[in-house]
């Protein structure tokens, strides 16, 4: 039902929303006067005419957009960021729509942005597998994932808290290779050789990248900025293990 509001919204010219509410006056075209006809019967919680006068050659329209969980409209990227805390627990919300990439969750394809966001989720939902514990109730925008680093000669064993905190911030690096962990945390794999092992590697390349920049606000945007950098002591650490069995 939701599609039909963003189909009302389009036909319309995608006009401006003001304090949520949208207005058209002008000419009834077919195809305005279809997507009226699709909304005639909407529940409220999709959204409802404020105002609606329909003439032979007249049309004045005043539409409620829906806010909750049945649909939102968002400005922009950043907007929609903001305003969505699920994005925090891997969770990509449903029935939404984004004026500035003129994008709805229910289109057949969808904008480089909204693909690498998603990419994001998933590594949220893979990090959760991946640390030693996970804080799912702490906080409403977020999980608090746990990670650490076993002693290291005079060093002692530290715990670090990674807050899976999500600012559109983390859309301006790229994030490749999930796959890496795909593989390590499927199930299908528990009884490959050293999964163990490789799962212990990529826990401390995670908690060596937070100790080196445990200092900055948003430990999340760090991980994923520094992917790269995580991927590549994991690497190192699996070749000086592989290495390990040739003496």
Known sequence: ??????????????????????????????????????????????????????EADSLDIEFRLPSNESGRFYANLGEFVARNGSLGKGQFPSNVYIVELSWADSDDTEPSAIKALRRVCRMIELLALLAIGVDKDSSPDGYNLFFALPPDGAKPPRT????????????DYELNHLSLLEEILNRKNENKAHLSERKLMIRMAVASVIEKFESEPNLFLVIVREWREVLATYRANLQTYVYSFSF
């Open 1 to 54: 039902m939701f599609s039909n509001v963003v189909a009302l919204y389009r036909t319309l010219g995608a006009p401006t929303i003001e304090d949520g509410v949208i207005r058209y006056q002008g000419r009834p075209t077919p195809d305005i006067i279809g997507a009226l006809r699709m909304c005639d019967d909407l529940p409220a919680a999709y959204g409802k005419f404020e105002h609606c006068s329909e």
């Open 160 to 171: 670090f808290l990674l807050p899976t905190q999500v600012d559109v911030k983390v859309l």
